[in-house]
């Protein structure tokens, strides 16, 4: 449990230094992220209407 929180501050430490030190590629970054979960969500929808 100790580790997993670890990480978990690791992760959004490191993912607040890059949004600082390069704001342009976090925010392509960021862009790209979340259209990726959108498509996952779409597929996810259609995948669940099937049935």
Do not use: K, N, Y
């Not at 607040?16 to 704001?23: A, E, K, S, T, Y």
């Not at 979340?34 to 669940?48: E, H, P, Y």
Request: aromatic fraction near 14%.
């Amino acid at each position: 449990m100790f580790l997993r929180r670890c990480a978990f501050a690791c992760f959004w430490l490191l993912l607040g230094l890059f949004l600082v030190r390069q704001p342009e590629r976090a925010a392509h970054a960021t862009r790209a992220l979340i259209g990726g979960l959108a498509l996952v969500a779409d597929a996810l929808a259609r995948f669940t209407s099937a049935f």
